[in-house]
């Protein structure tokens, strides 16, 4: 089968699925950013009781929880699953 003899989709179909589906990846980045968030708070709070240096996962979880809230403002730019 040719490339010219296959019927052509109008313009512009799939667009509202891949829409959906690109909700669904910030989903799947939040929910990892999330879950790495958790494990930074526990480890940097776990340095600080114990009084060893912890500053570089206190960043590294501002870092983690910054990149979060960015994600999260994008996600709820994109419209809403169904």
Known sequence: M?????PQQAKGAGTRSRLVRS???F???IGFLGFWALVLLVVTV???VTAQ???????GLLATLLALYGMVRLRR???ARK
């Open 53 to 59: 240096p912890a500053l570089g996962w206190a960043l």
């Open 46 to 48: 776990w340095m600080e």
């Open 23 to 25: 909700g669904e990846d």
């Open 2 to 6: 040719q490339n010219g003899s296959r």
């Open 27 to 29: 989903d799947i980045i």
């Open 77 to 79: 730019k994109l419209p």
